[in-house]
């Protein structure tokens, strides 16, 4: 039986991120990122009427886990863009990056979004396979915008997808 539980494929639903999930969205923020933000960072941007985000949960898990993955946007005018996203590396490739982004995309429309917007680094090639996959396209770049936390610069490729 414990067997069979450690084995256990780890199952998520994506809900709707609140004010009590700032924590640990700021915690992964600073497992992924080389400048994270802080918990009142994410606390601010969350409490604003036109920014949404979306928290992965595992479902199946015995003891409560970290946040195995989230994404923020802020919706505008007609434009959303995605503000942050993150992955744990041990949940990389199965599919939540997909699912969390969907979410975000379908409230982005549903808000009036008619295109959507983000930035990612254009040596981060699992993040571009995922959102060319989701049907984003370069727009621009902005060369030197990334600084790591050994002080090396890289392009920030801008992505598009049109929300229908």
Request: hydrophobic share 45%; with cysteine; proline share 3%.
């Amino acid at each position: 039986m414990l067997e069979a539980y450690l084995s256990l494929k780890p199952e998520f639903e994506i809900v709707a991120m609140d004010s009590d999930d700032c924590h640990g969205v700021a915690v992964l923020h600073g497992e992924r990122f080389a400048r994270p933000w802080g918990d009142g960072e994410f606390h601010s941007l969350l409490s604003q009427d036109n920014v949404f985000g979306f928290v992965a949960r595992q479902t199946n898990a015995f003891l409560k886990k970290p946040l195995p993955g989230f994404v923020l946007a802020r919706q505008v005018a007609g434009e959303a863009e995605i503000l942050t996203v993150a992955v744990q590396t041990k949940a990389a490739r199965s599919g939540l990056g997909w699912r969390l982004m969907q979410a975000a995309m379908r409230e982005a429309h549903a808000r009036g979004g008619e295109s959507l917007f983000l930035e990612v680094d254009a040596g981060n090639v699992p993040a571009l396979g995922l959102y060319r996959k989701l049907g984003f396209e370069q727009v621009g770049e902005r060369r030197g915008y990334y600084k790591d936390d050994k002080g090396a610069v890289s392009t920030a490729l801008v992505m598009k997808r049109v929300l229908r």
